[in-house]
Structure formats: C-alpha cells, structure tokens
C-alpha cells in the first residue's frame, strides 16, 4: 500500500456527512469492533462527546458542528431571527461538552459566523455547506501538516507518541500521526512507540489500531517507561497532537504530555507537537488561562470495563465484573484529562502552515 487511496481503504473516516445524515466511529468499541453510530440530533452530539464515544481534538470539533448542523435540521419555525438565536444558543450548549478542546468551540463559531442570514432556508443551507467545508478543510490541513512533517523523520526513525492524535482525533488522517504516515508512504519505515495512555487507553486502543490496520511496526509501552526508552537511546524524535494551543505557545495536551516534554529535554530528544490552526486560542495568552478539564474518579478506581460499557453492569455476565473495584472502596481520586507543557520545551509545532517555533505560533494570528 503506497498511496493515499489505499491508505483510505484501511482508515475509515472518523466523521462523514452521507446523505445529509451524520456518523461517527465508535471508539468506545475499539480495538474490538469498528462500528458506527448515527447522530440524529444536537443532544446525540454532545452525549458522544461527553461519553468518549468521539474525542480528539479536530474529531470533537466536527462532531460539535455536526451537532449544530442536526439541530438546524429540526427548526421547523419561520422567524428567521429567532432561528439565529436558537442556534447561538444550542451552540453554548454544545461547547460546555468538553471545555479544554479549542476545536469545539472553534467550529461552532466557524458555523454561526459564516451565516447566510437572509431566510430560514438560507440559514439551513450555509449551516449544511459550512459543515461541509469543515470536514473537507481540516483533512486537507492534515494532509499538509503530513506534508511539512514528514520532513522531520529519516529512514527507520523510531517515534514516539502519546494519546492517540492520529486519524481517529480526526475527521482522516490525523495530525501527530501525519508526518508518521506520510513518511511511510515514502517508504521511510518508521517504527512507532505507543504509549498506552492511562486511564482510557487511547494509545494501545486507538493508536495501535490504526497502525496495525495501516501496516506500521509499532509497540506499546507503559506510560511510565518513557525516561527508560530515552536513557536506552530507543526514541529518535517525539511527536505528539494537543487540544489547545495558547498564544505564548504552551500547549494543553493529554495527561503525562508534559512530562514526556520534560524528559525529551534531558535527553536531547526533539520534542514537536502536531496541530491544525484552529487548535490555537489565540484569546488565551498562556497556559495558565487554559481551563483543564476533569473527569470522573471512576474511571480510575473501578475496572476499565465499568467506562467502556456501563450497559454490561445491568447485564449477568462471565466476565469481570463491570463494577470491580481496583482499588480500596472510598478511595479518593484525582483525574484531569490534560497538562500544559510550556512553549519552552517544544521543539516546534506542526501546522498546516508549516514548522513553526512555539513562541511564535502567535504570528499566525492575521
């Protein structure tokens, strides 16, 4: 497989527009099954968000639109100002999902701002055709970021990753794993690090799915074996993705991204974050203005089981125990979704744009 086509065959869209209907990949369900869900209205959208059915940063943002987009298919009134008002405000709704993703908000904005106001059946026409620029937009971006990073990787590189910030945080084709795909296209033969990235597992779920679908050598790695991999000389370079971008260039990016920065450091590793241009906020100056989200302590203190499919603790099954506990009942748990690693420690972030030093990520502000 050496081209983009067939890469497709194997990557499937995360978020497609079929016939006016919205679907999403479940990635609840990986690396077990691929299914997909249909959201029928806003409030599916914001579930799937909430619930990690979707997540990853350009993901989220389309799911979000896609969001808005169902609910303007549900408007039957006439009053094309009260319509416009309906929307701003299922929009806030829709952004209050997750808060730390810039993406969301984003495109909820991208959506609302490029009305076409004239009518009630203008307004459901530019909400439909710009929905659809956004899908088509942001996997073009990727493509470029591919482009641009691809650059960065010589032949046999090994690389590391966390989270998952490949195709499935995306719409296609991802933004750490870009540069990743595009250098195996060019028959570089890259050899990706996984780390399993607690306490959902994306990297050994989602990351090692995708590269086991596409055909890349890979392996998954505890997240605390990093320094390990990096005193051994096993890492080459680091790529990761981040889901807000402050204008200072600190970047918010799943937990344990911060410290993998810090290492990078020690050991000379160069250290490069994967993004498109609207993961940036250009609003918030630094990462201390960045709102980090926090998620229940369940899903670290019972079984992995328990957050995957809440469905199975009403069902009698063979299987461990949905709700077993993994550690001492009433035990108290700190779970943040994300950490802000400073500009400093950031080799440079990958845009569509091209390659650009953190401190002056905010230069793409015009």
Same mark, same amino acid.
């Given at each position: 497989? *050496?081209? &983009?086509?067939?890469?497709?065959? #194997?990557?499937?869209?995360?978020?497609?527009?079929?016939?006016?209907?919205?679907?999403?990949?479940?990635?609840? &369900?990986?690396? !077990?099954?691929?299914? @997909?869900?249909?959201?029928?209205?806003?409030?599916?959208? /914001?579930?799937?968000?909430?619930?990690?059915?979707? =997540?990853?940063?350009?993901?989220?943002?389309?799911?979000?639109?896609?969001?808005?987009?169902?609910?303007?298919?549900?408007?039957?009134?006439? !009053?094309?100002?009260?319509?416009?008002?309906?929307?701003?405000?299922?929009?806030?709704?829709?952004? *209050?999902?997750?808060?730390?993703?810039?993406?969301?908000?984003?495109? /909820?904005?991208? $959506?609302?701002?490029?009305?076409?106001?004239?009518?009630?059946?203008?307004?459901?026409?530019?909400? +439909?055709?710009?929905?659809?620029?956004?899908?088509?937009?942001?996997?073009?971006?990727?493509? #470029?970021?591919?482009?641009?990073?691809?650059?960065? %990787?010589?032949?046999?590189?090994?690389? $590391?990753?966390?989270?998952?910030?490949?195709?499935?945080?995306?719409?296609?084709?991802?933004?750490?794993?870009?540069?990743?795909?595009?250098?195996?296209?060019?028959? #570089?033969?890259?050899?990706?690090?996984?780390?399993?990235?607690?306490?959902?597992?994306?990297?050994?779920?989602?990351?090692?799915?995708?590269?086991?679908?596409?055909?890349?050598?890979?392996?998954?790695?505890?997240?605390?074996?990093?320094?390990? &991999?990096?005193?051994?000389? +096993?890492?080459?370079?680091?790529?990761?993705?981040? !889901?807000?971008?402050?204008?200072?260039?600190?970047?918010?990016?799943?937990?344990?991204?911060?410290? +993998?920065? $810090?290492?990078? *450091?020690?050991?000379?590793?160069?250290?490069?974050?994967?993004?498109?241009?609207?993961?940036?906020? @250009?609003?918030? $100056?630094?990462?201390? !203005?960045? #709102?980090?989200?926090? =998620?229940?302590?369940?899903? %670290?203190?019972?079984?992995?089981?328990?957050?995957?499919?809440?469905?199975?603790?009403?069902?009698?099954?063979?299987?461990?125990?949905?709700? &077993?506990?993994?550690?001492? *009942?009433?035990?108290?748990? @700190?779970?943040?979704?994300?950490?802000?690693?400073?500009?400093?420690?950031?080799?440079?972030?990958?845009?569509?744009?091209?390659?650009?030093?953190?401190?002056?990520? =905010?230069?793409?502000?015009?």
């Amino acid at each position: 497989m *050496k081209s &983009l086509k067939q890469l497709k065959t #194997k990557l499937p869209e995360t978020v497609k527009l079929e016939k006016n209907k919205v679907y999403i990949i479940d990635q609840v &369900l990986l690396p !077990d099954k691929l299914k @997909f869900i249909e959201l029928k209205n806003y409030q599916q959208a /914001i579930l799937a968000i909430k619930e990690f059915n979707v =997540r990853g940063a350009q993901a989220i943002g389309a799911v979000g639109a896609a969001g808005l987009y169902l609910a303007s298919k549900k408007y039957f009134k006439k !009053d094309k100002n009260e319509f416009v008002k309906y929307l701003k405000k299922t929009g806030k709704e829709i952004i *209050k999902a997750r808060p730390t993703a810039s993406n969301l908000s984003w495109a /909820i904005n991208y $959506l609302i701002d490029n009305l076409d106001n004239s009518s009630v059946l203008n307004i459901k026409k530019s909400i +439909l055709k710009n929905y659809q620029d956004i899908l088509k937009t942001e996997v073009e971006n990727n493509l #470029k970021i591919g482009k641009f990073g691809e650059k960065l %990787i010589k032949k046999n590189y090994k690389i $590391l990753t966390h989270c998952n910030a490949g195709s499935l945080s995306a719409i296609w084709f991802g933004t750490a794993t870009a540069p990743i795909y595009s250098a195996w296209l060019k028959n #570089k033969k890259p050899f990706v690090l996984i780390d399993e990235t607690r306490p959902w597992l994306q990297g050994s779920r989602l990351t090692a799915w995708e590269m086991k679908q596409v055909g890349i050598d890979y392996q998954i790695n505890i997240d605390s074996a990093v320094g390990y &991999l990096m005193s051994k000389k +096993l890492v080459d370079i680091i790529i990761v993705g981040a !889901d807000r971008i402050a204008k200072n260039g600190d970047v918010a990016n799943k937990i344990g991204t911060y410290p +993998l920065a $810090l290492m990078a *450091k020690e050991h000379k590793i160069p250290f490069y974050v994967a993004a498109v241009k609207s993961t940036i906020d @250009f609003k918030c $100056l630094t990462g201390d !203005d960045i #709102k980090i989200e926090e =998620r229940a302590p369940e899903e %670290i203190l019972k079984h992995t089981s328990y957050w995957e499919n809440k469905n199975l603790a009403k069902k009698k099954t063979k299987s461990i125990d949905p709700l &077993l506990e993994i550690a001492p *009942k009433g035990s108290q748990a @700190f779970n943040p979704v994300f950490d802000i690693t400073p500009a400093k420690l950031i080799s440079a972030i990958i845009t569509e744009e091209g390659i650009i030093e953190a401190k002056k990520i =905010r230069n793409l502000n015009n």
